[in-house]
Each structure stands twice: as C-alpha cells, then as structure tokens.
C-alpha cells in the first residue's frame, strides 16, 4: 500500500515530515533528520519491503554510506517507537534486503492549522485571503499577492479594526476551506476574498465581503482598470471594504487607508518579486532577494519599504553567514533609510527597528521606530513579534511573553511565528521555566526546522530539564545547520543581556557546544 501525505499518523504517533519531528501524542520526540526521513520513506510503502538502497537515498540523498550507518538509524527509530508496548515489533528486518514497516495502519492528509475556534475580537476583525490569480500565468501569482499584501496594510491602519496578518491568511492559498471554518481558525467576523486577471496592461479585480459568522454576503465589486492604475485601484478596494463594515465612518478614518506609494512601478513590482526569499530568512535566499532589492532601490533611492527589506537580509547574513561586520553596518545603513523615508510605512518601520536594534544594539532607537510603526498600524503581527525578539535578548523576559502572544494572536500561524516562541523559550529559560522553554523551543523547530537559533533554546532547556542525550543530539543540529557557530561570539553579536548569557552559556557548554 502506498501513502502520501502532509503528515503520517500510526497508532500513538504522528510524524510531520516538513518540519523534521515525529510526536508521541501531543509531545515531540528528539528523533534525528535521517531517522525522520527513513521512517517516512517506510510509513509512505507501509506493508511493503523497502531496499536499504532506497533507504539510504531517502536519508543521505545518495551518498556512498555503509549499511552499518542505516543500521545505526533504525536502531535509534526503534528505540524512540519502542516507547509505545508492541513497537519493537513495527520495523521488521528483511536480510540482505532491506525493512518494512508493519505497524498500527498508517493515515495521511495535510498538516494540522488550527485548534479550537478563537474567540472573536472586542471590535470589528477582517481576514483578507489570497486572491485568485485567474489569468492562466502561475508567474503571475506574485501579482495578485503583492495586491493583497497592499489591501491588508491598508486596513491595518484603521485603529479600531483587527486585521489578520498575511502570513496567516496566506496558510488559505490555494485551498478550498468553508469561509465560517476560516472565520472560526482565524477568529475573526469578515473575510474579503476575491480574483485577479491581468491580461497585458488590462486588469480585473473582483472581491466580495463575506459575514464569516453568517456566511451572507455583504459587498462586492468588480474593478476593470488600467496596470498604471494598480495604486489607486487597491486604495479604492481598501476604502470599499472599510465603508461595508462600519456606515458611519469617519472621513478622517477611511483616508488613513492611504499610504506614500514608490514612484517607480518596476521598483514595486522587483519588491514583490524578492518577498519570498527575503520572508525565507536563510543567508542563500537572501543573497539572491538583495540582488533584487539593490534594484529596486537604485530606481528609486527613497524607497523605504526595498530599504527595511535589504535591512533584513544583511541582519539574516550577519548572524548566519559568518558575523561580518560589513553585513551588520550594511544592515544599520538600510535601517536609517527606511526610516528616513519611511514615516508613514509600519513595515518599514518594523524592520527598520529590528535591525537597528538587532545589529546597532540601539534597543531605545529600536522601540522608537517599533512604536511609530504600532502607532500607524495596530494590527501589525510583524511588529510585536520582531519586538518580543528584542525584548528576549535584551533580557526583558515578561514583555518579551506579552508582546509574542499579542503578535500571535494577530497572526496565529504567521511565517514568523518561530521568532515569537524563541522569544518566549529564551524568556522562559531567564526566568528558570525549563518546561515551558522547552515546549516554546518545540513549537518553533516546527515552526521553521531550517532555523539554528532556535535549536540553541532547545538544547539550553533539555539540559537544564536533566536530558542531556536529547541535548547534545539538538546540540548538533545547531553546528549542523550553522557549521560556524560559537555562542559566545553568537551573544556579543545580538547584544544579549549578561544574565541570559550566563544561563544560556553554562548549559550550552554542557551540551558540547562550542565558546
């Protein structure tokens, strides 16, 4: 029988292939990178032999290995299985040939989004999903995001309305989910949804405003526009979608949808083209966004939002490739730019601050700018959850907490959401909560399991919590993902409060991490 899907579930167990972790229940096991991949390559044929060729190629992407190699990593799979009462029985040994799995029945489907419904907001609360790119060209796509990305920013500015981050709503793309199933996963009362066809410089937008409570629609349009159009054409939207919602709005609240636009519509367009390798936060995408990025900006020098961008992918270069000083001071520099031209763009402003704070160890100019940004947009996920970052290194443990659970609430499954519970691990591991730092680091490793930064929280809290094989087993996946990592070099490069160095320190010299 041949299984596929986004996550493999087998009597107590459920393995999560895209973020490395295989759970016993609701608790994830310490269960290595090869080992997670040799279990899916068994679960996937489940009932059928599995060659140890395809094995090793499964865990070692074709790499000339000994078989005693995979012999080592099935061990370690049957000893983490071996935790429920038949398991040693579940991998059975073919000689010569290979393995196969003959365990409790194997169920696939797509990984789990949401919990419970989340209680709705004290004032009115939008989630802006992904429109349909209609126009037959996948290339497209950035097009009809780039346009969403400008509806949400719009109406994050709206003081009184909780608008869901971008990074939660576009978890919807390309799914076909029940609109009151979005409304309760997102905890909000409106959905606007809508399309996009563009068709050389001809463009159609339509978009509807849905009560997610009732499922009864309340406003929709259709927009034929000209491409040089595109600016005024999302503000319009933007201003539509506020006006259902509240008649009785006040003017000076519906033009606080309006935003400074870059001039150049190449420079906005080679913006939109770099997002996703600049949100990637891994130094070889960022490499590749910055190329982008100094594009755009050498159209137009004054544009702040390619600036807190650029700002980003030096701080990710920094801190991942190496701690070079031309990094940070190129990300200060970008830092200072964005904010200059960037009073009335909240993202720039949020990214701006982070690196200033990150890079420039400026924590008082950091929360200035976080500040402006929170003042211009409420609603923005992004700034709390950069800001709990700062907070955590800096040592400021409880408003560290706060300002994580507020972005997440914000954004409940925000792109970002690894940088809110490292910054809750950290706090907690200050404040001599072994277990809840160790639950945060878990939900981050899932969150994103390509960041090391965050294996560095894991690993200080299960040798603190007493478990130093799993600790030293995290502690490699640290210098396995970051080759070059020392952390006391990694501490004097985000600034990191003396108190929550010496903790960190003591245990991460314990796991054998390097000084």
Same mark, same amino acid.
């Given at each position: 029988m041949?299984?596929?899907?986004?996550?493999?579930?087998?009597?107590?167990?459920?393995?999560d292939?895209?973020?490395?972790?295989l759970?016993?229940g609701a608790?994830p096991?310490?269960l290595?990178?090869?080992?997670?991949?040799?279990l899916r390559?068994?679960?996937?044929d489940?009932?059928a032999?599995?060659?140890?060729?395809?094995?090793?190629e499964?865990?070692?992407?074709?790499?000339?290995?000994?078989?005693?190699?995979l012999?080592?990593?099935?061990a370690?799979?049957r000893r983490?299985?071996?935790e429920?009462p038949?398991?040693?029985?579940?991998?059975?040994?073919?000689?010569?040939?290979?393995y196969?799995?003959v365990?409790?029945?194997?169920?696939a489907?797509?990984?789990?989004v949401?919990?419970?419904?989340l209680?709705?907001?004290?004032?009115?609360?939008?989630?802006?999903?992904p429109?349909?790119?209609?126009?037959g060209?996948?290339?497209q796509?950035?097009?009809?995001?780039?346009?969403?990305?400008?509806?949400?920013?719009g109406l994050a500015?709206?003081k009184w309305l909780?608008?869901?981050?971008r990074?939660?709503?576009f978890?919807y793309?390309?799914?076909?989910?029940?609109?009151?199933?979005?409304?309760?996963e997102?905890?909000v009362?409106y959905v606007l949804e809508?399309?996009v066809?563009?068709?050389g410089r001809?463009?159609?937008?339509?978009?509807q405003?849905i009560?997610?409570?009732?499922?009864?629609h309340i406003?929709?349009?259709?927009?034929?526009?000209?491409?040089?159009?595109i600016?005024?054409?999302?503000?319009?939207?933007?201003?539509s979608?506020?006006?259902?919602?509240?008649?009785?709005?006040?003017?000076?609240?519906?033009?606080?949808?309006?935003?400074?636009?870059?001039?150049?519509?190449?420079a906005?367009d080679l913006?939109?083209?770099?997002?996703?390798d600049?949100?990637?936060?891994m130094?070889?995408?960022v490499?590749?966004a910055?190329?982008?990025?100094?594009?755009?900006?050498?159209?137009?020098?004054?544009?702040a939002?390619?600036?807190g961008?650029?700002?980003?992918?030096?701080?990710?270069?920094f801190?991942r490739?190496g701690?070079q000083?031309v990094?940070?001071s190129a990300s200060?520099h970008?830092?200072?730019?964005?904010?200059?031209?960037g009073?009335?763009?909240?993202?720039? @402003? +949020?990214? #701006?601050?982070?690196?200033i704070?990150?890079d420039?160890?400026?924590?008082? %100019? /950091?929360f200035?700018? =976080? *500040?402006a940004a929170l003042?211009?947009?409420?609603?923005?996920?992004?700034?709390y959850?950069?800001?709990?970052?700062?907070f955590g290194w800096s040592?400021?443990a409880?408003?560290?907490?706060?300002?994580?659970e507020?972005?997440?609430?914000?954004s409940?499954?925000?792109?970002?959401?690894?940088?809110?519970?490292?910054?809750?691990a950290?706090?907690?591991?200050?404040?001599?909560?072994y277990?809840?730092?160790?639950?945060?680091a878990?939900?981050s490793v899932?969150?994103n399991?390509?960041?090391s930064i965050?294996?560095?929280? @894991? +690993?200080a #809290?299960?040798v603190?919590?007493g478990r130093?094989?799993?600790a030293?087993? %995290? /502690?490699?996946?640290v =210098? *396995?993902l970051?080759?070059t990592?020392?952390?006391?070099?990694?501490?004097e490069?985000?600034?990191?409060?003396?108190?929550?160095?010496?903790?960190?320190?003591?245990?991460l010299?314990?796991?054998?991490?390097?000084e």
């Amino acid at each position: 029988m041949t299984v596929r899907g986004g996550t493999y579930r087998f009597g107590q167990f459920r393995l999560d292939p895209t973020a490395g972790l295989l759970y016993r229940g609701a608790e994830p096991t310490m269960l290595g990178r090869r080992a997670v991949a040799l279990l899916r390559r068994l679960l996937e044929d489940a009932g059928a032999p599995v060659s140890k060729d395809a094995l090793i190629e499964a865990a070692w992407g074709g790499l000339a290995v000994a078989d005693n190699n995979l012999a080592v990593q099935v061990a370690a799979l049957r000893r983490v299985l071996a935790e429920a009462p038949d398991a040693p029985s579940w991998i059975e040994t073919l000689p010569r040939r290979g393995y196969r799995y003959v365990g409790p029945a194997v169920t696939a489907g797509d990984p789990v989004v949401s919990g419970s419904a989340l209680t709705l907001p004290d004032r009115p609360s939008i989630a802006v999903l992904p429109f349909s790119n209609l126009g037959g060209d996948p290339e497209q796509d950035y097009f009809a995001d780039g346009m969403v990305d400008d509806i949400i920013t719009g109406l994050a500015r709206i003081k009184w309305l909780f608008v869901v981050a971008r990074n939660s709503t576009f978890t919807y793309k390309g799914r076909a989910v029940d609109i009151t199933q979005i409304g309760r996963e997102l905890g909000v009362r409106y959905v606007l949804e809508g399309s996009v066809r563009r068709s050389g410089r001809n463009i159609r937008v339509t978009s509807q405003l849905i009560d997610a409570s009732t499922g009864s629609h309340i406003w929709a349009e259709r927009y034929d526009r000209m491409f040089d159009d595109i600016f005024a054409l999302q503000d319009e939207i933007g201003l539509s979608v506020v006006g259902a919602i509240s008649a009785s709005l006040r003017r000076a609240e519906i033009d606080r949808v309006k935003r400074r636009r870059p001039d150049s519509l190449d420079a906005y367009d080679l913006l939109l083209r770099a997002q996703h390798d600049v949100d990637s936060g891994m130094p070889e995408q960022v490499a590749r966004a910055l190329v982008l990025l100094e594009g755009a900006i050498a159209i137009d020098p004054t544009y702040a939002l390619a600036h807190g961008n650029a700002a980003m992918c030096h701080h990710c270069l920094f801190l991942r490739a190496g701690l070079q000083e031309v990094n940070r001071s190129a990300s200060i520099h970008h830092a200072r730019s964005a904010i200059l031209h960037g009073q009335d763009d909240a993202t720039a @402003l +949020t990214l #701006a601050g982070f690196s200033i704070g990150m890079d420039g160890h400026d924590r008082g %100019a /950091a929360f200035t700018a =976080l *500040e402006a940004a929170l003042a211009i947009s409420p609603s923005s996920a992004l700034t709390y959850i950069l800001g709990s970052v700062i907070f955590g290194w800096s040592g400021e443990a409880e408003r560290a907490i706060e300002w994580s659970e507020r972005g997440m609430r914000l954004s409940p499954f925000d792109s970002w959401a690894f940088a809110a519970f490292d910054a809750q691990a950290m706090s907690h591991l200050l404040r001599g909560r072994y277990a809840e730092a160790c639950h945060a680091a878990y939900k981050s490793v899932q969150a994103n399991p390509a960041h090391s930064i965050t294996y560095v929280q @894991l +690993t200080a #809290a299960l040798v603190k919590l007493g478990r130093l094989d799993e600790a030293k087993t %995290a /502690a490699a996946r640290v =210098l *396995e993902l970051h080759p070059t990592f020392r952390f006391k070099r990694q501490f004097e490069g985000v600034n990191c409060a003396p108190a929550l160095a010496e903790t960190l320190g003591e245990a991460l010299r314990t796991a054998g991490l390097p000084e």
